[in-house]
């Protein structure tokens, strides 16, 4: 994004480099880093930033509102309502694409928000490894807010363990030790100290929680919940007899299950700002737009993408039987923005927010980048590209 700086990365990049830091990359939890890391971070420039956080502060007005809860009563599919709901999320992740405007003005666009964790741990010691191996220049930075490694570090651990002993808390997920994602769960284990837990060895007893370690029974007093529901409803018959997550338990969430559905493609339509994608409800629209070329069909109830039609056509939403779960957004167009060796790659920033209790709203604090050179962000439409896949981006000061 800053020309002078592209140009003198990839002069001085090499793949004898690139390899040697991926070497030490893996070698913390060798064999656990399943995605590409991409060749290279974002660079971003000081008015791009503000752009974002500008449109980010904007949505926390809404979610801060006392309407909120009202506003999105409906987010939660039924049946997965999870009791004790706390005041607020303590966590949102806010994905922007780099894009282009008609003028070819590149600007950030809303692609999702989540009100779930992501990459908080990995994207600790990522950073510092990348530092060690390529070039950063002294007035950019990963952190926001005033943030850096160690600041950070401690915020996050006052949002998860909190009061609690480190034994007490657990990060939850389905079968976390199979998940592309764990990487992140042992780089977590590594700065918390927290154990990691499957749900299918959680235990119950009454209202009380229990996971077993070298034989003794641990009482879980706080959950760092990473199981996501709509994953979990699918795997659900082949768990065989797990402990029900959505009755009323005797335990702490951070964040509470059900901000994943309240803070999430259900809020979209609700915002209205420039750098947020015009978006409708599909059984709210009592006439199509006449360039449904333009726009993408979205499920609210979904992950990774899945579901998703780029190339919408009024026989892709005759056949939606269900339309007050799916939105309707209009399309943004991507930016080819990262000159590489060969043809130039799209870009991802997601914007971490981290909410501690008795805080009257969130801050930014970290961020991950993802880079693309396939139709659609991902993993999985990205295969045998290089250039590609998770990053960050380093904001100019």
Known sequence: ????????????????????FLKELNAKHPGDLVFRIAETPIFVPKDFTDKMLGACEAIVDIIVDDNFKRLTAGAIPKGESVPNENEHTHFIAFDFGICENTNSVLEPQLIEMQGFPTLFGFQIFYPEMLGKYFPIPANFDNYLGGYNKESYTQLLKDIIV???ETENVILLEINPHEQKT??????????LNIPIVSLTDLIRENKKLYYTHEGRKIEVKR??????????QQQKESLGNIVDIT?????????????FYRI?????????????PETFFLNEIKQLPSDLENYVLKPLFSFAGQGVIIDVTKEDIDKVTNPENWILQRKVKYADVIKTPNIPAKAEIRIFY?????WKRPVPVNNLGRLSKGKMIGVRYNMDKDWVGGTVAYFEK
């Open 247 to 259: 009755q009323d338990l005797d335990v702490e969430w951070v964040p509470h299950p059900n901000w």
């Open 182 to 191: 764990r990487i992140d769960f042992y780089c977590t284990q590594d700065y």
């Open 264 to 276: 999430s493609k259900y809020t979209l339509p609700f915002i209205k700002n420039p750098y947020v």
């Open 1 to 20: 994004m800053i020309a002078s700086l592209r140009e003198q990365f990839n002069k001085n990049f090499t793949e004898e480099n690139y390899h040697a």
């Open 223 to 232: 959950i760092y919940n990473r199981v996501i529901f709509d994953e979990l």
């Open 162 to 164: 909190g009061n609690h």
């Open 354 to 358: 981290f909410w501690k209790d008795g």
